[in-house]
């Protein structure tokens, strides 16, 4: 059976500071990340023994711990690469980040207004959650998501781009309960060349939910 493995982060732990600490790099990283890939395995495998045996007490837990798993191991995995050390600014009109900027300003009206909404969807999740750039293929238009946990109050079929971490163990070994300090702090190490990328691949993409007969 296939198995989900944690990625290697693209730069040392010290790569985000002062932004993030290499402590909470290293934990967020090594234990917190580590965790949902374990957990995302350990389900699957308990699914396939409910196959074998045809036991299906267990099965709506079991399918919550996958979503919840295997979706705090993807937004991790997006979330490594959505930061650089060389990050931050604005998207500007340079090669395919250029598309990126332009489809900020059709869909939220200026940069500044993007900035503030996934800002503030961010900061006030309640518990933990994620504030999330998501583009949805049924409109063709980017959306902010404010994310519960990992998986819920999501629309089917939007694509993340980029990801605030918005529970506590992303920041407050540093930020304490200042949430809002570290959202703002997030701006400067945004790599948005692999947002871009992430654009560019999720429009390749067409829509395929609507397909007619």
């Known amino acids: 059976m296939p198995v989900y493995t944690l990625p290697d982060l693209p730069y040392d732990y010290a790569a985000l ?10 934990l967020h990283h090594d234990k917190h990340h580590a965790a949902y890939v ?11 023994e409910a196959r074998d045996k045809e036991q299906w007490g267990a099965i709506n837990g079991l399918e919550k711990d996958l979503a919840f798993h295997l979706s705090g191991h993807i937004l991790h995995s997006i979330y490594w690469t959505n930061m650089s050390g060389d990050g931050g600014g604005e ?6 980040v250029g598309e990126l900027a332009e489809a900020i300003r059709e869909s939220f009206g200026s940069f500044a207004a993007f900035k503030a909404q996934l800002s503030r969807a961010a900061a006030t999740t309640q518990g ?4 999330v750039l ?16 990992h998986q819920g109050n999501v629309g089917q079929g939007s694509t993340p781009i980029l990801v605030f971490d918005a529970w506590e163990h992303a920041f407050y070994l540093q930020y304490r309960n ?3 300090d570290f959202v703002e702090a997030m ?9 871009a990328r992430r654009y560019e691949d999720a429009t390749s993409r067409g829509n395929a939910l609507l397909l007619a007969p």
Do not use: C, F, H
């Open 17 to 26: 500071a002062p932004v993030i600490s290499p402590e909470i790099i290293e």
């Open 134 to 149: 998501a583009y949805e293929p049924l409109s063709g238009r980017l959306i902010v998501e404010q994310v519960y946990d």
């Open 91 to 96: 998207p500007d009109e340079k090669d395919r």
């Open 128 to 131: 933990s959650g994620w504030g």
């Open 178 to 180: 200042q949430k809002a």
């Open 38 to 48: 374990k957990g995302a395995n350990d389900t699957l495998e308990q699914l396939a």
């Open 187 to 195: 701006w400067q190490v945004v790599n948005w060349q692999d947002v």
